[in-house]
């Protein structure tokens, strides 16, 4: 008897082993690739969702500002100029929620 002989070419069923596990690892690999992408897209939506509800939180304290800027000029206005200063207050009021609306 000889030891170590190998054929010179592989067995048919050392053939299919190989190829099984040729696939099992692509698999796992492009199972990983997709994970690790997924995960990648999350922290990425996050992110930016973070962002967005902040310049909007920034945004409204603006508005707030300009309003209780706006209201307290026109506490100090003579009545007639006050009742002017008012409606071009809810005009421009309007004109930002469209502009909102126009937006989404």
């Known amino acids: 008897p000889l030891i170590g002989f190998a054929t010179p070419n592989p067995l048919p069923h050392q053939l299919r082993g ?3 596990a040729a696939l099992q690892l692509e698999r796992a690999t492009t199972q990983k690739y997709r994970e690790s ?3 990648e897209e999350e922290r990425e939506s996050k992110a930016r969702a973070e962002k967005e ?3 909007e939180k920034e945004r409204l304290k603006k508005l707030e500002q300009q309003q209780s800027e706006q209201t307290a000029e026109t506490q100090r206005m003579n009545p007639k100029k006050r009742m002017r200063s008012e409606k071009e ?3 421009q009021q309007q004109q930002q929620q469209r502009q909102q609306q126009q937006q989404q």
């Open 18 to 20: 190989g190829a099984l």
């Open 37 to 39: 992408k997924l995960m």
């Open 53 to 55: 509800a902040k310049e």
């Open 89 to 91: 207050r809810q005009q």
